[in-house]
């Protein structure tokens, strides 16, 4: 229990060191180490890296599967280390539903023929789209997320490390000259130092000197320097990952080609198998035009009949009922109202 409360107390004072460094650095009122131009470019080439990894890494799960709700579906049972449940795809499931149309309507049937061939290839492009699925999640998204998951935390736990040992590395240097400037004001009032008890002016130098602040400022820099190294490895190691992330790329390309020739393939034999189906609509509009021969003994007029055409009865009237309110806009037009009922004879004499 001693231990711990040591142990506790020893980190909560490292943390107030830390704080406070930090801190005077944003005030400037502290020196801050700074690192190499190479070490600052393999920094900002690493968040770039991850940054677009993850974003590259979202929107081909976007496209993949465009239902959110499936994602979160398959990200839990991930985490929960089960496997998902296998899903039919929206082809296959189209094809089955054509299916079963095409055996409601009758498969004899012009209708019912082309829905159960229509089906097949849809089921068969649902197929392949499955394929697809699968073979992009294992060559592109699994390497993708295993960088994020994985040698980016593992990146990203080494850099606070070393954030955390720079800021104790400055809090050395800052102790160190404030030991020096105290020393130095020790040695410049000899006065101060012959009216004071011997004690106080050993309490006010020892949790201070200048031997001390500097064994620790070499630890410091000794532990800094080494865990600098270890983070600089990792970042260079960025650029494997870039050569990884291309060939990935390239099977993810070469199984979209894959995807979609096969995609045209299908739609091809499609293509020719409706083409040796009999003709509906050849059979319809054959039928029809029997139907009416049959029906009529002189030959059917398929003119649509003009408005202009019309012609007025010789004699006798006419009735016509208005459907809408109208205002007459000059003295040779007639103001009408809705329901009202007009004859030709009126409306001739009005005009």
């Known amino acids: 229990m001693d231990f711990n409360v040591k142990k506790f107390a020893s980190g909560a004072g490292l943390f107030f060191t830390r704080a406070v460094q930090f801190t005077e650095e944003k005030l400037g009122q502290a020196e801050k180490t700074e690192l190499d131009a190479h070490f600052e470019n393999l920094l900002s080439r690493a968040d770039c890296t991850k940054l677009w990894t993850e974003k590259i890494y979202r929107q081909t799960e976007a496209l993949l599967q465009p239902n959110p709700s499936a994602r979160i579906e398959e990200f839990l049972y991930e985490k ?4 998902a449940p296998s899903r039919v795809t929206n082809g296959e499931l189209l094809g089955q539903y054509m299916t079963d149309a095409a055996k409601e ?3 004899g049937t012009p209708y019912g023929g082309t829905l159960i061939e229509v089906g097949e290839c849809e089921r068969r492009l649902g197929a392949a789209e499955r394929e697809f699925l699968q073979t992009s999640a294992i060559s592109f998204l699994t390497p993708l997320r295993n960088f994020l998951e994985g040698d980016w935390r593992t990146i990203s736990k080494e850099r606070r490390l070393l954030e955390n040992l720079r800021l104790d590395l400055d809090a050395c240097k800052t102790r160190l000259k404030k030991a020096k400037v105290a020393e130095a004001k020790a040695a410049m009032a000899p006065d101060f130092q012959e009216t004071r008890p011997r004690n106080y002016v050993l309490s006010a130098t020892d949790c201070g000197s200048e031997s001390g602040a500097e064994h620790e400022l070499r ?7 080494r865990q600098a190294e270890v983070t600089r490895l990792l970042l260079e190691g960025i650029s494997s990952t870039h050569v990884n992330h291309l060939r990935c790329l390239h099977e993810f390309v070469e199984a979209q080609a894959a995807y979609y020739k096969q995609c045209h393939f299908h739609m091809q034999e499609l293509q020719k198998e409706l083409g040796r189906l009999p003709d509906a609509f050849a059979l319809n509009s054959t039928n029809s035009a029997a139907s009416a021969c049959s029906a009529s003994e002189g030959p059917v007029e398929t003119d649509t009949l003009k408005i202009e055409e019309v012609q007025a009865p010789a004699t006798g009237s006419r ?9 007459a806009a000059d003295s040779s037009e007639l103001s009408l109202l809705a329901d009202e009922v007009k004859t030709n004879d009126m409306m001739s004499c009005e005009m």
């Open 219 to 225: 630890v410091a820099q000794t532990e800094f320097d």
């Open 319 to 327: 009735k016509a009922k208005v459907l809408y309110d109208y205002d």
């Open 80 to 83: 929960l280390d089960r496997k």
């Open 105 to 107: 309507f009758g498969p």
